[in-house]
């Protein structure tokens, strides 16, 4: 009873932090989610791209695991799906530029987005060397970390790249 205790206390910490986290971004003007007609098209776009990827993630998720048995824990398979979403919806808005609002800095949500990825791939090794990822061969919740930090770490070399690309166009 105490380890399931433990574990919703953990989760309610991370999602606490990830709220306070957010607010702080507001409040100092980092997130200013104001967009333009065409931006607000195009992530309307990449949110159906999106959930339409977490549809076809979450039935594959459960095909999986009734054609192999039980793979992984329950919230690291819904983690996955949610991830591979999120980053379905991330590359499109940033193919289409449309990820960051007309006021946002870059540079603030690049640096975010590393110590975002930092930490989370960190507790992934953490839980990758005391070998608690997986337990008898199935992937557990732990994985929720290194999950999140490989979509941070993705959509962060996307936005890296895009803007090279875009800088470079300009440049010729």
Same mark, same amino acid.
């Given at each position: *009873? ?12 991370? *999602?606490? @932090?990830?709220?306070? =986290?957010?607010?702080?971004? !507001? ?5 200013? *989610?104001? !967009? ?10 990449? !949110? ?14 459960? @095909?999986? +695991? ?8 329950? =919230? ?9 979403? *999120? ?6 808005? &940033? ?5 960051? %609002?007309?006021?946002?800095? $870059? ?9 975002? %990825? ?8 953490? %839980? ?6 997986? +337990?008898?061969?199935?992937?557990? !919740?732990? @994985?929720?970390? $290194? &999950? ?16 090279? =690309? ?7």
């Amino acid at each position: *009873m105490s380890y399931h205790f433990g574990l919703l206390l953990g989760m309610l910490t991370g *999602m606490l @932090a990830g709220i306070v =986290l957010v607010t702080i971004l !507001f409040k100092k003007k980092v997130l200013d *989610m104001h !967009f333009d007609e065409r931006q607000e098209l195009a992530r309307g776009k990449a !949110f159906q791209y999106g959930f339409l990827t977490l549809v076809v993630c979450l039935y594959a998720y459960g @095909a999986t +695991e009734l054609a192999v048995g039980h793979w992984c824990d329950v =919230l690291a398979g819904v983690t996955i799906c949610i991830a591979l979403s *999120m980053g379905v919806f991330a590359v499109t808005c &940033i193919c289409r530029d449309a990820y960051l %609002s007309l006021r946002e800095k $870059p540079k603030q949500i690049i640096t975010a987005f590393a110590i975002l %990825s930092a930490v989370n791939l960190g507790f992934g090794a953490m %839980s990758l060397l005391d070998g608690t990822l997986t +337990e008898d061969g199935v992937l557990t !919740f732990r @994985a929720v970390n $290194p &999950i999140a930090g490989v979509l941070t770490l993705f959509i962060l070399i996307v936005y890296i790249v895009r803007n090279r =690309l875009c800088r470079n166009g300009k440049d010729e």
